[in-house]
């Protein structure tokens, strides 16, 4: 329970005070469990406390002193002397979203959802290879580019999902033509990727991104039985297709031009020396240790379930410490 929290004084005592004379700031509410609740605002100040206390709160019944002063200067109220505070929220309101005129940089491309993989913590619902129905069409991609640019963002990039969408690379090679064509007109700074389990490169893939400066994200999960464990396919070889595309990239295009994904399954527990040790081996100086999101077959095959929170920090904890070992000991990885 936060500090704040604490010092709310009983219920009865609140209801010994007459309405106190302040006004309420915009302000949200919610459960967190049988006993507690949050409330937020938005200058993105918060406190955790019961029920009865954020009833006294919105009911007016906070008597001045040293919680009364708390929530003024967390623009949880104002009152008469504090009418400069609205101007200050509104000025950090504005800080806050600053971004929002912005909009969005990142735009992603879901060319199709068929996939040659079966992994069960799938964030997108796969359909099997055979399945073109779900590719995305030539018209939809058109609109799709014209939609990017509708973005003032100045830095753009595009980024192509699936499914695995190395199986529809048609699509991606018109796309990245449509937006640079368009871009001559627009001036951003373009970039693109193909987030893609590697399985389908080929040299006319690769022939194509380096001509166009496209570059790589894939999947790692760690050595070779928990990656296959984790991202079964037919041919069980899921781990041999990713190292050998990993290499093919950096022997052609660079070793800048790769990055690696890691999810945490319930296999993955017990074995984060073993995945960090995995990124090191394969040259990787960086490792994001991410747990499963809660989309698609990670929820509908129960996945999302088979570890709580504070398993999950266990593994985080001992990766980190881990991480924190090696760069003490001359391995440089972030």
């Known amino acids: 329970m936060s500090a704040l929290a604490k010092r709310f004084a009983p219920l009865a005592d609140f ?17 967190l469990d049988e006993k507690r609740f949050v409330v937020t605002n938005m200058a993105g100040e918060f406190i955790v406390t019961d ?13 001045p002193g040293d919680v009364y002063d708390d929530l003024k200067s ?3 109220i104002y009152d008469d002397d504090s009418r400069a505070a609205l101007e ?8 806050k979203l600053g971004h929002v ?7 992603m491309f879901v060319v199709t959802l068929r996939c040659d993989y079966t992994c069960k913590y799938c964030q997108v619902s796969r359909q099997t290879e055979d399945r073109y129905a779900y590719d995305m069409t030539e018209d939809i991609a058109a609109k799709a580019v014209a939609m990017t640019f509708r ?20 699509r991606i090679q018109q796309i990245v033509q449509l937006a640079k064509e368009q871009n001559r007109e627009h001036r951003r700074e373009l970039q693109f990727v193909i987030a893609s389990n590697l399985s389908a490169l080929s040299d006319e893939i690769l022939d194509f991104c380096d001509r166009e400066d ?23 070889n899921g781990y041999e297709l990713t190292i050998t595309g990993i290499d093919r990239i950096r022997n052609r295009l660079g070793i800048d031009r790769v990055s690696a994904l890691m999810t945490t399954t319930d296999r993955s527990l017990k074995r984060a020396r073993d995945i960090v040790d995995e990124y090191v081996r394969r040259g990787f100086n960086s490792i994001f240790l991410r747990p499963l999101s809660p989309y698609g077959f990670a929820v509908t095959t129960g996945q999302v379930d088979r570890y709580n929170t504070e398993l999950w920090l266990e593994f985080y904890k001992e990766g980190l410490s881990y991480i924190l070992d090696l760069n003490r000991n001359g391995v440089p990885i972030r």
């Open 101 to 107: 005129c912005r909009f969005t940089g990142l735009h």
């Open 214 to 236: 496209i570059y790589f994200s894939t999947s790692l999960d760690g050595p070779i039985d928990l990656h296959n464990g984790n991202r079964p396919r037919p041919g069980k």
């Open 88 to 95: 200050l929220l509104g000025v950090k309101y504005r800080t």
């Open 151 to 170: 973005s003032p963002a100045q830095q753009v990039k595009i980024e192509f999902q699936g499914g695995e969408p190395l199986l529809n690379f048609e």
């Open 74 to 76: 967390r623009h949880f």
């Open 15 to 31: 209801r010994k005070t007459e309405h106190a004379g302040y006004k309420l700031l915009p302000l949200r509410f919610t459960a």
């Open 51 to 63: 029920r009865a206390q954020v009833a006294a709160l919105i009911e007016h019944r906070i008597p």
